[in-house]
């Protein structure tokens, strides 16, 4: 094998693989312009012809409800559950990496346990708690939590990074007289921004892409979000309508991949320097 090969080999097999792995999204957005005889009928990736009523019936929203409003919902669920869990998990994480207090090492022990309960086992006392507060068919069970340190993931996540940092800030700092609370967010909570960062994406990216949780607590489709508004097109949509159904896709997905390359550089290095490398 000579130099030029071991050169571009590599790049070539990278280049087929990131084919492989975008097909599906050329397939969904090529399908979203299909007329509705050729989407379940046609074998071929490209429509006859582009239709492009699709995305207007799909910008019509469910019951009344626009793709603008249903779009302002899931920012806001998405947009509260990051605030929440880059604040209450830092903070957590915070106190089990740097504050020594009674039975912490148990207690660590115990939250990094509930990474192995299943979404669903937490899930009914939680609905019963928020039930009997009268807060269900409203934002608030899908944000309140975030506020908690109830993603034990990101704990351990930001726990891992800020037991890297040196302690001889924090010691500086004390002896100028910053108590934990200002040590916290003067000293910690700024060089853990790419900890605090890869926490903000992925809560992010799994708050937006979630339907489980969304169904269980919402009803009025006001309230609906964009996974939900997908899932009541199907339902409310004959098989004669699959194209909207693939534009409503489309538009739900394209929020997801546009912020992602923004914060992509973001993620790398949040993931290189903590507890996710190697």
């Not at 080999?9 to 509705?36: C, E, G, N, Q």
Request: aromatic share 14%; proline share 5%.
């Amino acid at each position: 094998m000579n130099i030029a090969t071991k050169r571009w080999l590599p790049h070539t097999i990278s280049a087929v693989a990131l084919l492989v792995l975008l097909y599906p999204l050329v397939w969904l957005l090529a399908t979203s312009l299909k007329p509705a005889d050729e989407v379940m009928t046609s074998l071929d990736l490209w429509p006859s012809h582009l239709e492009w009523s699709n995305y207007t019936t799909a910008l019509d929203g469910v019951s009344g409800v626009t793709v603008t409003h249903l779009l302002g919902n899931t920012l806001l669920i998405a947009g509260g559950a990051v605030l929440g869990n880059v604040l209450s998990c830092s903070l957590a994480a915070y106190a089990f990496a740097r504050l020594r207090f009674r039975m912490s090492k148990v207690m660590f022990a115990f939250m990094v346990a509930t990474l192995m309960l299943p979404h669903h086992v937490v899930l009914i006392p939680q609905y019963i708690i928020f039930n009997r507060l009268g807060l269900v068919d409203s934002f608030w069970p899908l944000i309140l939590p975030k506020f908690l340190a109830t993603e034990a993931f990101f704990v351990f996540l930001i726990v891992q990074f800020m037991r890297g940092l040196p302690r001889e800030l924090e010691e500086s700092a004390r002896i100028d007289g910053c108590g934990p609370f200002r040590t916290y967010w003067s000293i910690t909570l700024p060089l853990a921004r790419p900890a605090l960062i890869t926490t903000a994406i992925f809560t992010f990216i799994w708050t937006w892409n979630d339907f489980f949780t969304q169904m269980i607590y919402l009803f009025a489709p006001e309230k609906y979000t964009i996974t939900l508004a997908l899932s009541s097109f199907v339902d409310q949509a004959s098989t004669s309508a699959y194209g909207p159904m693939f534009a409503m896709s489309v538009i739900s997905v394209l929020p997801i991949v546009l912020f992602f390359f923004v914060f992509q550089r973001y993620l790398v290095q949040g993931m290189a320097t903590s507890g996710l490398k190697g």
